[in-house]
């Protein structure tokens, strides 16, 4: 079986997507659509498939599924109306930039016949793979953990300065960190922290603790005005004697012992999309539409990363820590 898949969005995220399932002998992709023509147009002609103009245009077209790859604050929307039509559905990050948005989402995600994958693109990063696969095997049992990830500027591309889009900051760099923080360590028990606005009109800098019900606790900092030191995101994690460290999406080391050889990964020569995870997060998807594997990234997995970033709002608005889970809406 062939899937057929439609691209709704053709920015930056959405050409990845598109050369992904381009080269995917089970992918043929009939469309991508986007409210702007000339961008359509553009992507369109180079993975050799339909400009459209609509969601609708691509339903019209006999989509298996389709890829929301819109703006953070237009996400709930066509993924709900994509789930109500009958059609398997892949999102990019956020979920949803409210708990409301994320919950609607999630709901009707259980209703629908298709299938729903959130693009948290870091799960499936060599790097944090690497770093996986050590607790899980027992190897690194984790205590304390350092966790920061931050952005150079919210200048470029225009957008990602502007809340109303984004959703926020959080929404649109440091959600990627604080899943990451489930996916390594498990669900988070209570945050606290402080947030400065300093440089860009909404708050754009943060120093956070997270307290795992594992028992791991978390320093994690996040920063929107670093101008691109690098390393910009770095994930160190502590057991007892040993020590496991990331550096950007590029390198990973783990020391076991205080005498033991040091082991590491260099993923600094692979293709931008493999060692970020897109080809495999895109592969797993298509795998789950055809029933020959299981589903990557759930509405519930999605809708608790966007309970930690509520949760981090709250805590740093009110000064106080916040307890998880937050309440669902009502």
Not at 128 to 155: C, S, V, W
Not at 176 to 189: A, I, K, W, Y
Not at 278 to 284: A, S, T
Request: net charge negative.
């Amino acid at each position: 079986m062939t899937v057929r898949v439609g691209i709704l969005g053709a920015g930056f995220i959405g050409r990845i997507h598109a050369l992904n399932l381009h080269r995917d002998s089970r992918v043929s992709l009939v469309g991508v659509a986007d409210v702007i023509p000339r961008a359509a147009d553009r992507l369109a002609a180079e993975v050799e498939t339909a400009a459209l103009h609509s969601l609708a245009d691509l339903l019209d077209r006999g989509v298996d599924a389709v890829y929301v790859c819109t703006p953070n604050a237009q996400h709930v929307e066509p993924v709900t109306i994509a789930l109500a039509a009958g059609v398997h559905v892949f999102s990019e990050k956020p979920m949803a930039t409210s708990l409301r948005g994320a919950w609607e989402i999630r709901e009707a995600a259980r209703r629908a016949r298709g299938i729903y994958q959130l693009g948290l693109n870091r799960r499936f990063a060599r790097v944090y793979t690497f770093l996986k696969g050590l607790i899980d095997d027992g190897r690194l049992r984790p205590l304390l953990a350092q966790m920061k990830h931050n952005r150079g500027e919210l200048q470029q591309p225009p957008w990602t300065g502007d809340p109303s889009v984004t959703g926020g900051y959080l929404y649109e760099t440091p959600v990627h960190l604080f899943d990451m923080g489930r996916f390594l360590f498990g669900d988070v028990e209570e945050i606290s922290g402080v947030a400065r606005q300093s440089v860009y009109g909404e708050p754009d800098g943060f120093v956070l603790l997270f307290r795992f019900r594992s028992g791991v606790v978390a320093s994690v900092t996040s920063v929107a005005h670093t101008s691109w030191f690098f390393p910009y995101e770095r994930v160190e994690v502590y057991g007892p004697h040993q020590t496991a460290v990331t550096e950007e999406l590029e390198r990973a080391w783990y020391s076991p012992g205080m005498r033991d050889q040091v082991e590491g990964i260099d993923c600094f020569q692979m293709p931008f999309e493999e060692k970020w995870g897109y080809v495999e997060e895109d592969r797993r998807f298509i795998g789950a539409v055809l029933g020959d594997g299981s589903l990557a990234v759930s509405a519930d997995e999605g809708y608790r990363a966007t309970e930690l970033v509520e949760a981090v709002y709250q805590a740093v608005r009110s000064g106080a820590a916040v307890r998880l889970p937050l309440p669902e809406p009502a």
